[in-house]
């Protein structure tokens, strides 16, 4: 976590596994953006990983110790943040981009990706449902069929896949994408602070309420499924790394 120019640069740093994250991250993360938010001197935040892999998405086993209730899911509060956050939101992607690591880029406004970069949103492989409200805003984004494809299918999107979805702004060398996000986030800094929020404000209130709403129907869906046979099956078998039998469920 550094502030630099203006810029806050929020960096996912647990390479052993690859970027996962923890419980104890999201509540670093949420508190990060709350002070970001009223911070003056912050103009622009970036969310960035490694060149070889932006995150895995949540650290399971680190989920399943402490999965929060509802509303009180770190995850949760997060994801609330994300959708909150008033001034803008850059993300630089190289590598996987593993569940919540994709769905948060839905809250960005700018994504710049490595050429490397795969984005991907197994839920019904776990047995779950999406959330971050990407059940609302990948078949906006996307159309019903790509999104049919990512969300049920769970198939992976390459960079010029996300690139033509409307994910990603702009495709880049691996060891590029960081340097050109800087530089973006710190153009959108260098820009009248007003003009700023009132904009990303104009730009997205017409969808907020529909994406809060729609991150707390997914939560509470979540909830119960994480508790069901399916998921209790899909994450044991990911955990001990073999393949999982939903033949009777």
Known sequence: MRTEGGVLTLTFSRLERKNSITAGMYHELTAAMARADGDLAVRAVVLEGHESVFTAGNDLGDFLKEPGDGEHSPAFAFMRALAKFPKPLIAAVC????????????????VYAGDN????????DLGLCPEA????????????????????????????????????????PAGEVSTFAQQQARKAAS????SLLETKRLMKCSEEADVLRRIDDEITSFRRMLGEPAAKEAIGAFLARRKPDFSKM
Request: charged residues 10%.
């Open 117 to 124: 970069a795969l984005f991907s949103m197994p839920f019904v």
């Open 191 to 194: 820009k009248p602070m007003a």
């Open 133 to 172: 409200a990407s059940s609302l805003l990948v078949p906006r984004m996307f159309g019903h069929h790509r999104a049919a494809a990512a969300l049920l299918l769970g198939e992976p999107l390459n960079a010029q896949a996300a690139l033509e979805a409307g994910l990603v702004n702009k495709i880049l």
């Open 95 to 110: 590598g996987p981009a593993i569940g919540i690591g994709m769905t948060m880029l839905l809250h960005c406004d700018l």
